[in-house]
Nanobody, 121 residues
């Protein structure tokens, strides 16, 4: 049974930074693509970043956010810098069952419970 547990969310002022972590368990983590998505109140879930042999970013976070993974720790990270109030959302980590996955949430089979990120102006 694959489990994903996010941590690191919180309240931060605009311009600040946060690092989200997602600890995975249940199968060989290094084989599969990982992604971060977010959902703001009243909006649909949207792609933030993904990592496999390469990295992909939504245009809205490019240059500010960095996705990385530590296969030895079965953990994927999202470093978020220069945060803006519009980054406020619940952030979800997701794991695909393929080596490569991109911005389509249907490519991901497992999801964490989410962690709240709130950016104040």
């Amino acid at each position: 049974q694959v489990q994903l547990v996010e941590s690191g969310g919180g309240l931060v002022q605009a311009g600040g930074s946060l690092r989200l972590s997602c600890a995975a368990s249940g199968r060989t983590f290094s084989r599969f693509a990982m992604g971060w998505f977010r959902q703001a109140p009243g909006k649909e879930r949207e792609f933030v970043a993904a990592i496999s042999w390469n990295t992909w970013y939504a245009d809205s976070v490019k240059g500010r956010f960095t996705i990385s993974r530590d296969n030895a720790k079965n953990t994927v990270y999202l470093q978020m810098n220069s945060l803006k109030p519009e980054d406020t959302a619940v952030y979800y980590c997701a794991e695909a069952s393929t080596v490569v996955a991109g911005p389509d949430p249907t490519e991901y089979d497992y999801w964490g419970q989410g962690t709240q990120v709130t950016v104040s102006s």
